[in-house]
């Protein structure tokens, strides 16, 4: 793969709604990313799928303006020819073959060598042994793979992806991560959503939080990552003598607060590495035997909720 | 031009080769079987026209149109493969006139050859069979296309094109436009009847007579303009 020209690798929302009727599914988002690799993280709901659609033309912001390469993509088919979409949705032409999708691609971007450009694209994500199969007989994996063939057949400077890794064995998933890495490396932009913290931990640089339409946090991602550990958090503590650990934990600073319930100790914490730390040493001195701690709120849900209420 | 033609080779590929084809096949063979069925028993009828007429144009025709009409974008629009098509550097027009071309041209393959064999086999000795076969022909050719056009038009509109489309076809086509004068402006099979009257008049008479020309024309464009804005406005919802 070349180096892309034409527009630039940029990818902005500015203000961006979009709402259904009463429904708002995106509330007033702004953001601007460029070459590299970005995360649009949240939980199922959040509106990942109706930003990354307003951003491939294919909804009209309700509000906003969305713009890829410094155009608008609604209603703006020439956006496509430095664009490609990998949609979440699995329908792909079942009747066509996949190498016959991928050159299909191939054919509606004009490119001067269709076949060329579809056995390249095939190659790079690894479908050779299937590209002569008809794409009704492919696995989950295999649909996703071919989707991605045929979105960066034409060499986009932006690609945007929803869900990318569903279906695929960690195999796959392996190689999909050095692919877009190295589609990164030559100055593309590259927008995924993900609902896994997992993947993003492993493949994004900068990440965008989304939750409930709104944007709760953007940056860095071990800026984001700090931001979702030094949180106010809750531990379930079991030990040999709840009661006089309590007293223990209550005379530390970043214990806020500590009770008893059923036998077990819950315990109000400031940040979850503090307490983490701290732990061990308070059931010593105390000479008490600690049997388990556990968090309790550490579901993705409850984090995206912690950053969107800190705005 | 390389657009136009793969959009279209790969519309038929989605449309043939299936069970609806198969399906299809059976229905334009229905007016053939009538017709071999008139020909064991009798020397052929007189009124091959107004026969065929309320045989293939009130019935088969808008059957064959409304399910290639309709799966031609609609049904991928509705499972999202659509989508795959629609991010593409090209217009939604071409698009549009593709599917349309490869759904009139499919629903005129199957019901211009049923209504020249059933019209043959109907004709009574000394008919004027070419005057009957070419004006018959030329009609449901041009209604192909037409009802075609509305039809992908309606399943681009709506989700539910195949049951609306088979509401307009039975009880708009199929009875009311037949029944109450002033209606026969706004239909298809009127405008059919019009153009095979304006090829051969002795065939079948028409209310709408030489004006049928205009309002297919009409009817027609407006059916592609609607489709193409519809298209190139089209909203894909996602899961969230």
């Known amino acids: 793969m070349t180096a892309p020209a034409g527009p630039p690798a940029a990818i902005v929302l500015e203000r961006a709604s979009r709402w259904y009727g009463n429904v708002v599914a995106v509330n007033d988002v702004s953001f601007s990313v460029g070459a590299g690799i970005t995360s649009l993280l949240g939980p199922n709901g959040a509106g990942k799928t109706t930003i990354l659609h307003m951003l491939a033309g294919l909804l009209r912001p309700s509000a906003g303006r969305v713009l890829l390469g410094g155009q608008p993509a609604w209603r703006n088919p020439a956006v496509y020819r430095f664009v490609g979409l990998v949609p979440e949705r699995e329908a792909v032409y079942d009747f066509l073959t996949g190498r016959e999708f991928v050159e299909m691609c191939a054919k509606l971007q004009r490119l ?149 319930q059923d036998g077990r100790l819950n315990v109000r914490v400031a940040e979850f590495s503090g307490f983490t730390r701290i732990v061990a040493r308070v059931a010593r001195d105390a000479a008490v035997t600690l049997y388990e701690v556990a968090p309790t709120d550490d579901s993705l849900e409850s984090v995206f909720a912690y950053l969107t209420s800190r705005r | ?69 309709t799966a031609a974008l609609g049904s991928e629009l509705e499972d999202g493969s659509a989508v795959h098509l629609l991010t593409k550097p090209i217009s939604r027009t071409t698009i549009v006139l593709a599917k349309v071309a490869v759904a009139g041209t499919l629903t005129a393959a199957l019901t211009v050859p049923s209504t020249i064999v059933t019209a043959i086999l109907l004709a009574e000795p000394g008919a004027d069979v070419v005057g009957i076969t070419v004006s018959l022909g030329i009609g449901v050719f041009a209604g192909s296309y037409l009802y075609a056009s509305i039809f992908a038009a309606l399943s681009i509109l709506t989700s539910r094109g195949l049951l609306l489309g088979l509401g307009y076809a039975l009880i708009w086509e199929g009875l009311l436009a037949g029944l109450l004068p002033g209606t026969q402006v706004f239909s298809v099979r009127e405008y059919v009847r019009g153009i095979v009257h304006l090829v051969s008049p002795s065939v079948i008479d028409s209310v709408v007579g030489n004006a049928a020309v205009p309002y297919a024309a009409i009817a027609l464009v407006a059916a592609l303009a609607i489709a193409s804005y519809r298209l190139a406005t089209y909203e894909v919802r996602g899961s969230d």
């Open chain 2, 1 to 69: 031009m390389t657009i136009f033609p793969e959009v279209a080779r790969v519309t038929l590929r989605a449309l043939v080769g299936r069970r609806r084809t198969v399906l299809m096949l059976l229905l334009a063979g229905v007016p053939i079987l009538v017709g071999l069925l008139v020909r064991a028993n009798s020397d052929g009828i007189a009124e091959v026209g107004p026969t065929l007429d309320g045989l293939v144009v009130r019935i088969i025709l808008p059957l064959v149109a409304l399910v290639f009409g």
């Open chain 1, 112 to 260: 001067p060598d269709p076949a060329a450009a579809a056995a390249r694209a095939i190659a790079t994500v690894d479908l050779e042994p299937a590209a002569g199969r008809a794409i009704g007989t492919y696995s989950k994996g295999m649909r996703q793979r071919v989707k991605i063939a045929g979105a960066l057949v034409h060499d986009p400077t932006i690609l945007l992806l929803d869900e990318p890794f569903n279906g695929m064995d960690p195999r796959q998933r392996l190689h999909m991560i050095e692919l877009l890495r190295s589609m990164a490396a030559q100055g593309r932009a590259i927008l995924f959503s993900s609902h896994i913290l997992e993947e993003v931990e492993r493949l994004a640089e900068q990440v965008l939080v989304i939750n409930a339409g709104r944007l709760a946090a953007a940056g860095d991602y071990r800026q984001i990552r700090r931001l979702m550990t030094d949180r106010p958090h809750t531990f379930v503590v079991r030990s040999s003598d709840n009661r006089r650990l309590a007293a223990a934990f209550l005379a530390e600073p970043a214990v806020f607060g500590a009770e008893l």
